[in-house]
């Protein structure tokens, strides 16, 4: 069995920063490309940001210069740093990550439970 678990969300004020993390565990044999997704009321999930397991990133337009994707491949863990908040990233975020549970075995793709992260005033 595999978990993600996202911790961090809450309630700031514009223009302030949050930190979420993404917790992988259970029977993991390695992780491969790990996302954050958001769904806000009445619209689509979207991508915010994926990075590999080398640590390359890429960003939604709509966050470049503000958010930044990271990894810490010994911790199976993804954190999401994000600045200068605005209200429209109010959303449920979740943690999506391409996971291998032996050697061998295909990459299977898992979903965290999601974390609200809120932008008001």
């Known amino acids: 069995q595999v978990q993600l678990v996202e911790s961090g969300g809450g309630l700031v004020q514009p223009g302030g920063s949050l930190r979420l993390s993404c917790a992988a565990s259970?029977?993991?044999?390695?992780?491969?490309?790990m996302y954050w997704y958001r769904q806000a009321p009445g619209k689509q999930r979207e991508l915010v940001a994926s990075?590999?397991?080398?640590?390359?990133?890429n960003y939604a337009d709509s966050v470049k210069g503000r958010f930044t994707i990271s990894r810490d491949n010994a911790k199976n863990t993804m954190y999401l740093q994000m600045n200068s908040l605005k209200p429209e990233d109010t959303a449920v975020y979740y943690c999506?990550?391409?996971?291998?549970?032996?050697?061998?075995?295909?990459?299977?793709?898992?979903w965290g439970q999601g974390t609200q992260v809120t932008v008001s005033s």
């Open positions: 999506n990550a391409d996971i291998s549970r032996a050697k061998y075995s295909p990459l299977l793709n898992y």
């Open positions: 259970g029977s993991i044999f390695s992780i491969n490309d």
């Open positions: 990075i590999t397991s080398g640590g390359s990133a």
